[in-house]
Structure formats: C-alpha cells, structure tokens
C-alpha cells in the first residue's frame, strides 16, 4: 500500500495533465469544472503578481528617472558654458 507521501507526485503530476488540457477524458462534469475553478483561481492570482511587479518595476524606474534627471542637472551646472551671443 502507497503511502500519501508516495502516491502525492503521482496525482500532482495528473493535476498539471489536467491543467495543461491533458487527460481530460476519464474526468467527469464535477471534475472538469473543478479544475476549470482552480485554472480561473490560479490566473488571477498569476495576474494578480504579474501586475504587482509591473507596478514596482515602474516606480522603481521612476526613481531611477528622477535621480538620473537630478544627476544631469548637477553635471550641467558644474558644466555651465558661457554662452556665445
């Protein structure tokens, strides 16, 4: 006899069949619509974290933005070229 242990990769791997639309056939309705549930869940909070990094990657660029702008104006003004009239 199989200890839960033993046998869990066996049924996690027939969970990742059935997500990637594998080995749907022996599934029935109640089944299929529970892995369509846990699909629907586990996209949104795919999208959820794909978005959240967006948002910081953008601030974090934003900051970057904005140091590199005050760096550029200190440079310009150390640089400051009388100008020709």
Do not use: W
Not at 50 to 62: A, F, P, T
């Amino acid at each position: 006899m199989r200890t839960q242990l033993e046998t869990g990769p066996i049924l996690h791997g027939c969970k990742f069949q059935h997500y990637g639309g594998e080995d749907l056939e022996p599934l029935n309705l109640r089944e299929l619509q529970s892995v369509e549930q846990q699909l629907d869940t586990a996209l949104k909070r795919i999208r959820t974290r794909k978005n959240q990094v967006m948002h910081e990657s953008i601030s974090e660029l934003h900051k970057k933005e904005r140091a590199l702008q005050e760096q550029n104006n200190a440079l310009s003004k150390k640089v400051s070229l009388p100008q020709i009239l």
